[in-house]
């Protein structure tokens, strides 16, 4: 496994939209690995997509264990996930790691279902809300080109210098 280099704001190519995954084989396998260590080595790192290490699919990971505990799905590699549904919409602070020096608050749904494959292409729904559905909400934008700096409430008041990684 290999920790990936992370492409920051305002590189260009994290505007790109992601194309579907089509093979489900040793080599997504492997990149999925490498994309779970660069996650978990990135300060605060509770969530990662793809286009962030400029590989330009549909896959989506995330982890909010180290914020929530075991309050929460646990680890996830989402593969060509979907919003299905949406309820409610609350604004939180939001960081980024293709973004390291700013937090913002974001509207985002506080409860949503997604569907997505795994990593042998099987189906499956999942229900989220809070903290994970805000975590899964960010890196399903990576897939269509967008970050959080993107859905700010205000750029003008809100949007944070970050003082340190937590």
Request: aromatic fraction near 8%; charged fraction near 25%.
């Amino acid at each position: 496994m290999a920790v990936l280099p992370i492409l920051t704001y305002p590189d260009e190519r994290l505007k790109q939209v992601s194309a579907p995954v089509a093979r489900f084989d040793d080599a997504l396998a492997a990149f999925v690995a490498d994309l779970t260590e660069t996650m978990y080595a990135g300060p605060g790192g509770v969530g990662i997509a793809a286009p962030q290490v400029g590989r330009f699919e549909r896959i989506v990971l995330v982890d909010v264990r180290p914020k929530l505990g075991e309050r929460c799905h646990g680890f996830l590699t989402l593969i060509n996930p979907e919003l299905a549904e949406w309820e409610g919409m609350a604004v939180g602070r939001e960081g980024c790691m293709s973004v390291p020096d700013f937090t913002g608050n974001v509207i985002r749904a506080e409860r949503i279902v997604v569907q997505a494959q795994d990593l042998q292409g099987a189906e499956h729904a999942f229900e989220f809300e809070g903290f994970e559905a805000r975590a899964v909400q960010h890196e399903m934008d990576h897939l269509d080109g967008l970050l959080f700096l993107d859905r700010l409430v205000s750029r003008k008041t809100d949007l944070f210098r970050r003082k340190r990684y937590k």
